[in-house]
């Protein structure tokens, strides 16, 4: 996958607020995806409360639906269990549809609206953690685990010579004690085909796209109460979770930028660190070249920069070149017009002659 850049979008809402520089590496997306799943799964397995609590709080929403004449799922349970035409497409909805939309949609947003990827994915992560919330706080029996008086009838399990699965939920043959059947408050398969629709309603650019925002979420609800998995107010509930974390973005975003914030200098820190350490390494290697490049070492007579032989600049310029140690401007003796400070040829010579004949007489 690409790596993008862009500014945030400042429309609000699942854009975010648009103050900060996004940076979409897939190798840091991906493990923060699978971490919140793997939280998700693990605390949805451990949170399975109470048998005789659950079926109570099943019972309870039965009883609520039927006040307030609600109760969907009866028909909508006789219907599929009636006809394997219906009954058998939506029990592979139900199992496989929830696990592939919705990475799908994450990456389609991730490679083609980088803008917008972010908060649409805090949005479905912190509605998931609330998600795990109710799951702990209120067990719920679904529909199919209810005793058959109340009128249910397992679709999964009716047409499980079907598909993959057994007759424990939508997991695969074998690995049903490895789910949690009691968590059925909120509906998350709601909720994140809520999330899906409202990402390919806004997103997406054709009338294919946007009817599939409409359909998906829609089918999904009703899927979850003919196959009896959940009752319409799990639905309800699930729907109510994703409003909330669509309010948390916003706040959760601004938390983590200021973590980051607090972060940042003792990373940069712990990075400079080892950054100088290495600059001062790098830095005496050099020093010590032109330590070993300023003089040449040969049988044992060591020579100045310049030099061809030992101490040649204090005894004399080589011969036949004209030039003498007292010479430092490396001027040939007697080739100039002008003596020592500036005066003329001649100057002076008569003295130092007169004094050289008396020194020899």
Known sequence: MPRFKALGAGDGGISG?????????????????????????????LARGDVTTAVDHGLSLLRVEKAVHLNLEHPLN?????????????????????????PLILIWMFRSRAVHYAAART???????????????????????????????????QYSDWGWWGG?????????????????MPSLHVGWSLWCGVMLWRYGRTPLAKAAGVIYPLFTTVVVMGTANHYFLDAVAGAAVMGVGLLLVKPVRRAAD?????????VATAVGGRSAATGQRSANVPAASSATESSIVSAGCQTSAGERIPHQRRLGADPGDGRSAGNAGGRPRGSEGAGPAGRPAGVGDGAAAAARGAART
């Not at 939920?169 to 789910?179: I, N, Q």
């Not at 200021?258 to 003792?266: F, S, T």
């Open 17 to 45: 607020n648009g103050t900060s520089r996004i940076r979409l590496r897939w190798w840091t997306e991906l493990p923060l995806i699978l971490l919140v799943y793997g939280a998700y799964s693990a605390g949805r397995l």
């Open 78 to 102: 006789r219907l599929f269990t009636a006809h394997a035409s219906l009954g058998v497409p939506a029990d592979f909805w139900y199992a496989s549809l929830h696990y592939l939309v919705t």
């Open 123 to 157: 949005w479905l992560m912190v509605s998931t953690l609330i998600g795990l919330v109710g799951f702990t706080l209120m067990p719920t029996c679904p529909p199919r685990l209810l005793d058959a008086k109340y009128g249910f009838v397992d679709t999964m399990a």
């Open 168 to 184: 424990q939920a939508s997991a695969p043959r074998g690995l049903g004690g490895m789910t949690n059947q009691y968590a059925a």
């Open 258 to 266: 200021r973590v980051k914030g607090k972060l940042r200098p003792v």
